[in-house]
């Protein structure tokens, strides 16, 4: 009989969502008259704007006539669309990034699950702990669970930002604004990773999926604003939550072709490494869904998308001041549409998902199943609507949870 790649039997059996999904849809057969709000998944509910509408409908014609019609598209992406973002993402904000180092891909989610295809199972791995899952999930899948993976703890007293590692690791995961604490990092900090990873020859794969809600000038929304960064980082990025593709599948990654790596027969342009990967075991994404991405770009395109990251954060200032009102600790929601809060009277997370759902009829994510350090803590999305994120606020603020409170 065949056999299974062993590492996946040391993966966590539900990926948290489905176990999340699962806790609802028990108490909705339950309780069929409970209205439940959702702040749960990071999934966005606003639809897409009207010039990516207009670009999907103008290249789906395109598609019904022989002479405009698309087949086979390049692995990397259309030049239309890397062109596009050399220009606006980065170079307009003085960054030196060329078409030729940006690889379009269906998702950030793909990208940073592959990227470990072109590294050695021999690197030492730093994830953050807590942790966007797929980072430690793809690398177990890889390498295993217990010998490569050291995990950076993330704690409050630090405003949750990663501890210095003790283990030089040759890779580090970096997620900015974080997903799932909403933390940011300031440029003095982001030039110390930066600097540590150049003296200690490693890697960072920065993950910038969230760079649309950041509001203070002063944070970096791209690890390229650091200098010499491109010596030693990869940066993902996606249309999902700034303009609303989670259903529709784009995204890109930076890789910079000053990067090199380390091999048997020398130093190895990543670059190079990651096309070949690409090349073989993807095909493009759509062209209507590069072209639906490139209507990002345009004026109009770009003036949609700062009114959906302004219609978000809105929310996240709601639930900043809802959760202020309660006298309850949090973290994020100003450069980012997710709030980290601890959670009240020493309730564990999976508690007060229980309670809050139970009484208030609110979905969030328990932070512990974002890993150990998020114990105690619990996540808010920013991406419902004003009127439901107003109402789950309204239900919190009438709620008296101190009676579920922990007897110290
Ligand atoms: C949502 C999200 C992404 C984007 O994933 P896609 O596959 O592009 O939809 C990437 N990283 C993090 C941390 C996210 O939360």
Redesign the pocket.
């Known amino acids: 009989m065949v056999q299974i790649n062993e590492y996946y039997s040391q993966l966590k059996e539900n990926y948290l969502f489905s176990s999340i999904a699962r806790r609802v849809e028990n108490f909705c057969a339950l309780h069929p008259q409970a209205d439940v709000i959702r702040l749960g998944i ?1 999934d966005v509910t606003q639809p897409l704007t009207p010039s990516v509408i207009r670009a999907l409908h103008d290249a789906v014609d395109e598609m019904a006539v022989k002479e405009s019609f698309r087949g086979y598209g390049p692995e990397q992406g259309y030049a239309f669309l890397r062109e596009k973002i050399a220009e606006i993402d980065y170079r307009q904000r003085g960054i030196n990034i060329s078409a030729g180092e940006i690889f379009i891909s269906d ?4 990208d ?1 699950g592959n990227i470990g295809d072109i590294l050695g199972e021999d690197n030492i791995v730093a994830i953050t702990n807590p942790v ?1 899952p ?1 980072y430690l999930d793809s690398n177990i899948m890889r390498v295993g669970k217990y010998t490569k993976i050291v995990l950076v703890s993330c704690r409050e007293e630090n405003g949750f930002l990663p501890e210095r590692p003790s283990l030089h690791p040759d890779v580090i995961y970096l ?1 900015y604004p974080n ?1 799932p604490t909403g933390t940011v990092m300031s440029k003095t900090q982001l030039e110390w990773w930066v600097r540590y990873a150049l003296d200690n020859g490693s890697l960072i794969l920065f ?1 910038a ?2 760079e649309a809600f950041i509001r203070d000038r002063k944070i970096p929304r791209s690890i390229f604003e650091i200098d010499r960064a491109e010596h030693c980082a990869i940066e ?1 990025r ?4 700034n303009a609303g ?2 259903g529709l ?1 784009c ?1 890109y990654t930076v890789v910079p072709k000053a990067l090199k790596a380390r091999s048997s027969v020398g130093e190895i342009s990543i670059n190079s490494l990651w096309n070949r990967r690409q090349s073989t075991k993807f095909n493009g994404t759509p062209y209507i869904v590069q072209k639906a991405a490139e209507a990002v770009y345009s004026p109009e395109g770009q003036a949609e998308v700062r009114e959906t990251v302004t219609y978000y954060m809105h929310n996240a200032d709601m639930i900043r001041a809802g959760l202020t009102g309660k006298g309850w600790k949090f973290f994020g929601g100003e450069n980012s549409p997710y709030i980290w809060l601890k959670c009240p009277g020493g309730m564990d997370s999976w508690t007060f998902f229980d309670r809050l759902l139970e009484e208030c009829h609110i979905v969030g994510t328990p932070g512990v199943g974002f890993g150990i350090r998020g114990e105690g803590y619990f996540r808010l999305t920013a991406f419902n609507s004003h009127e439901k994120t107003a109402e789950a606020i309204e239900r919190i603020r009438g709620w008296d949870e101190s009676k579920f409170f922990r007897e110290q």
């Open positions: 990071g998702g950030s989610k793909s940073t966007y797929v997620c997903n993950d999926a969230y993902f996606s249309f999902s939550k593709f989670t599948r995204s």
